[in-house]
């Protein structure tokens, strides 16, 4: 169903959509050993070696990106497989296989797939692996930033330590390598810095209402490839989604420290791995709702965010995460009418918060649960997830 979408058996042929912008990215690289410095440029340089990729094959650039993605939804479906086989419940492989058409081609056209196994891998490992753990974060950070979010899942300082060695051993790695080979790896922290409000970002949502009430539409400038809203309110919404993802960072830090004194405190329930995989969802799902950029493809990385959480019997956020799925739905259409954009945003806004309120009460104990010892809870550290 995806990849019918592309248009490969239509008279016109395929129509690749963003590739074509790979494909002129991977050239300029190969040509010049530079990574662009144009504003549409806005990914680590982990991206530019994957654009890389389909250049070894000997079919077109096109073709090749799309066989590329096809190889990585395979991996995160074999992931949800085995994942299903170890929790006995396989809610998260059928959300996998039948979510993932509901964003039409956007799965094979970009590629957020890469990143999202990526962050789904190092969530089936965690607390079990500490060196693939943080490898696996890192690789997919070096992609897209967001994997690297995966981390705050770890609640046990010495794990945590060797994570986040082997994140850092895989980011200055990627770094080094591509200013060896190419130069430029940091142009993409101005790029992004520089965006402005994205017409599909929650944030954007009271122009979509204005729209809907008044028929006025927005006033939309194209800028670093996306339309975004031309106003000073918009600009004043951007100032302050950035401070509010300040506050959601804050916020997890908050989260994680408090999980981790309660551990110590003898709550062998908070050492759940259910529960590092449920608190990673609600912290990328914050961050996507608190972004001044909320492009349709982020939903691949919520997607699969949702079928590892669906997939584990002892999630506590699965509303929340069918709330997104029920929001990728919105997705496809979303510009065929600004009321699927208010409400495919409200719906994220309230799949957030839903997941934020359990996770925060969680950290109470509930009533008439049995508290271990301090000592039962640091050796069930060492448990495998």
């Known amino acids: 169903m995806v990849v019918a979408q592309v248009g490969f058996w239509t008279p016109a042929g395929p129509e690749y959509q963003d590739v074509n912008a790979y494909g002129i990215w991977s050239g300029l690289i190969t040509s010049t050993h530079v ?33 590329l993605m096809l190889a990585f939804d395979l991996l995160g479906f074999w992931l949800m497989t085995r994942f299903a086989k170890e929790e006995g419940r396989d809610v998260g492989v059928w959300v996998w296989l039948l979510a ?97 409000l994205q017409v599909e970002a929650v944030g954007a949502s009271p122009w979509e209402l204005r729209q809907i009430v008044t028929g006025e539409p927005a006033p939309i400038t194209q800028q670093a490839g996306t339309n975004e809203i ?63 950029v909320l492009s349709p493809q982020y939903m691949i990385w919520l997607v699969g965010l949702s079928a590892v959480v669906l997939s584990s019997a002892r999630s506590r956020v699965d509303r929340a995460a069918w709330i997104v799925i029920g929001a990728t739905v919105l997705t496809a259409g979303l510009y065929q009418s600004p009321a699927n954009f208010v409400i495919r945003n409200f719906a994220l806004l309230y799949a957030s918060l839903d997941a934020s309120v359990v996770l925060f009460l969680l950290l109470r104990n509930p009533e008439g649960e049995a508290v271990a010892r301090p000592t039962a809870a640091r050796r069930s550290s060492a448990l495998p997830g």
Not at 62 to 67: A, D, P, R
Not at 143 to 170: H, I, N, Q, T, Y
């Open 35 to 67: 990574l662009p410095a144009e504003e549409t440029w806005q990914y680590p340089p982990g991206a530019a070696f994957l654009m890389l990729l389909p250049r070894l094959s000997p079919g077109s650039y096109g073709f090749s990106f799309v066989i």
């Open 230 to 292: 031309a106003s000073s309110a918009a600009d004043a919404v951007g100032k302050a989604l950035d401070l509010l993802a300040f506050a959601v960072f804050a916020a997890a830090g908050l989260w994680w420290w408090l999980r981790r004194r309660e551990i110590g405190r003898g709550r062998v329930d908070l050492a759940d791995p259910s529960l590092s995989r449920d608190f990673v969802f609600a912290v990328v799902l914050l961050f996507v709702v608190v972004s001044r």
């Open 100 to 196: 993932l058409p509901l964003l039409f081609s956007l799965p094979v056209l970009r590629f957020d797939l890469v990143p999202t196994v990526f962050a789904m891998a190092a969530l089936l490992v965690i607390h079990r692996r500490p060196g693939w753990f943080g490898a696996l974060a890192g690789a997919g950070g070096m992609v897209k930033v967001w994997p690297l979010f995966v981390l705050f899942g770890e609640w046990d300082r010495e794990r945590l330590v060797r994570s986040l060695g082997a994140a850092l051993a895989v980011v200055v790695l990627v770094f080094a390598g591509s200013e060896i080979a190419f130069g430029g790896s940091f142009h993409f922290l101005t790029n992004q810095g520089n965006r402005g």
